[in-house]
DNA sequence: CGACGTGTAAC
DNA sequence: CCTTTTACACGTCG
């Protein structure tokens, strides 16, 4: 038998900055992406000490400033050492590894999967982290299996306990149930897995389209793709927090030129040409409006900066708001190598 | 059907 | 006063 694991190494970034600094360990540490000033930003990760001041990940920063105590720690993202760090860890996976995210990976088990995992989790250790583990037969229940018992947990859910491993489960713990499904799904009468494979498919088409329907009944059977593709990337986006919120053209334009600049030099290692522009734009209400422009296959900065710019006037004429982030989006990738042989014939 | 805008989800 | 990046599904319009 063939198994899917599920690597997460636990509160990731908050653990690497812990091993920068030692004496940090103890206290409550609390990752943060800044955007204006050092009360300006959201919480990327923290560690359980932060956790249990009720700091969690996505919070914003006045928030969590407001939850801590005087232990408590808060630094900036370093993502260059979490890549580093994190490379290494995925270097101790077996085979062919999927990887997702800087922390998380999927990885295939072949014999013994509880004996390698426990190996694989030792290896971590050695390099100063702790990781869950989650063992199943497809990646989606491998996923739910690696969230079960966190930190430091290891769940092995073999092919005829899946179905009993989601029984009970509220629907929100579903792998792809957000807040917006969780809620329409309870407003309905289905709280966890029980009740969603018991739903009626006519009933679950109506509010879901039969697609969404399908897929949401498969899964609370713990039914999912075994496949291990990865898709390659379709898209590649800067976005940014003004220094001021603003409804002034000339004031944004400044900004998104300098969006522009960081996203160009990141589309440029990539050797990627694009056919789609779009600008993204956020208002003060944090309410999200996007503009995008179908066009002939460019792979050049000032093709991009010009799309962007006209799309940002024409949104700033036609709209009154005011602008707190801006955006800008290149996407229908393509291969440039691709896109210079087909020129040449 | 292609283009475009929005919503949802996860990291 | 509330980050960042990517993917995908769906509705709408022409």
């Known amino acids: 038998m063939e198994f899917i694991g599920h690597l997460d190494l636990d509160a990731f970034f908050a653990r690497c900055e812990e091993l920068k600094q030692p004496e940090l360990e103890g206290k409550p540490v609390v990752v943060c992406v800044y955007t204006r000033n050092s009360s300006s930003g959201a919480v990327s990760t923290c560690n359980y000490e932060a956790r249990e001041l009720g700091i969690g990940s996505g919070m914003p920063l006045s928030e969590a400033k407001s939850r801590a105590n005087d ?11 979490y890549s580093r760090k994190s490379r290494q860890v995925m270097d101790l996976l077996p085979g062919e590894i999927h990887q997702t995210s800087v922390d998380e990976a999927y990885f295939r088990l072949e014999e013994q999967p509880v004996k390698t ?32 018992d966190k930190p430091d947990g290891l769940t092995f ?53 039969s697609d969404r329907a399908a897929s949401l009944k498969a899964r609370a059977y713990g039914r999912g793709s075994k496949k291990f593709e990865e898709t390659e990337q379709k898209q590649i986006s800067k976005i940014k927090t003004m220094e001021k919120n ?12 300098e969006a522009v600049e960081e996203l160009w030099n990141r589309i440029e290692r990539k050797e990627k040409a694009f056919q ?56 229908d990738l393509v291969d440039v190598k691709k896109q210079t042989s087909l020129q040449k014939f």
Do not use: W
């Not at 232990?71 to 050492?81: A, G, K, M, N, Q």
């Not at 329409?184 to 009468?189: A, D, E, P, Y």
């Open 246 to 257: 603003s409804s002034n053209y000339r004031a944004v334009r400044k900004e998104l030129e």
């Open 276 to 331: 789609r522009v779009t600008v993204i734009l956020i208002d003060t209400d944090l309410q999200t409006y996007t503009r995008s422009r179908k066009i002939k296959t460019s792979d050049t900065h000032a093709n991009l900066f010009k799309e962007a710019d006209k799309l940002l006037k024409e949104f700033m004429e036609g709209e009154d708001r005011v602008l707190r982030r801006i955006g800008v989006r290149a996407s």
């Open 157 to 209: 859910v073999e092919e005829d306990d899946v179905e009993e491993f989601l029984e009970e489960k509220p629907v929100g713990d579903l792998h792809g149930v957000g807040s917006a499904t969780e809620e329409k799904l309870n407003s309905i009468g289905i709280e966890d897995c029980s009740d969603l494979r018991a739903a009626d498919n006519a009933h679950l088409a109506a509010e879901f389209g």
């Open 117 to 148: 995992a426990e190996k694989i989790k030792q290896e971590i250790e050695e390099h100063g982290l702790t990781a869950s583990i989650g063992i199943a037969p497809n990646k989606f229940v491998a996923k739910m299996a690696s969230e079960e």
């Open 71 to 81: 232990e408590t720690v808060f630094l900036p993202v370093d993502r260059d050492f």
